[in-house]
């Protein structure tokens, strides 16, 4: 069986896109084949990656990229988890499901490390739950058994 492709798109692919493309790789394991994009690249945000290192989830290796760098050009789901993707979202062929969750910017955090890593850990865990969410509501099926066993007992 071919792995469910999902494609997670945001306005620089810095934080939160990279976030949810960690998230729902985890949940979903082998049985999705997961990307995110920008309309722009901005770099990886180093505070996303700290954010997603403290939760276990290793993005360090992940690279800020633009939908015109995608190997790929037909998904199975195409996420906006931003307004501006959502509204700027250029045209993909096939028949992707399109969802669309805004989350707030953390790269707008102001204040001291502390204060903006706690901005970060906050969007991180709000994303969390939506990947997990969207992991058992779509794609649940395709799971393994044991795996689908864990995920029943969350």
């Not at 493309?21 to 722009?40: D, F, Q």
């Not at 906006?80 to 955090?109: I, M, Q, W």
């Amino acid at each position: 069986m071919e792995p469910v492709k999902i494609l997670i798109l945001c306005t620089g692919n810095s934080c939160r896109s990279q976030m949810a493309e960690g998230w729902i790789r985890y949940y979903a394991g082998e049985v999705a084949k997961v990307c995110s994009a920008g309309l722009e690249a901005h770099g990886l945000n180093q505070y996303a990656v700290r954010s997603m290192m403290d939760a276990v989830i290793d993005i360090s290796r992940n690279k800020s990229k633009t939908i015109d760098d995608l190997e790929e050009k037909e998904f199975d789901y195409i996420i906006t988890v931003c307004d501006n993707a959502k509204e700027n979202c250029p045209y993909f062929p096939g028949e992707a499901v399109r969802l669309h969750h805004s989350f707030p910017d953390p790269a707008t955090a102001t204040g001291s490390e502390e204060e903006i890593m706690k901005v970060f850990n906050t969007v991180r865990d709000e994303i969390e739950d939506f990947a997990f969410e969207f992991v058992h509501r779509n794609i649940r099926s395709l799971i393994p058994d044991d795996l689908d066993r864990l995920l029943s007992q969350s």
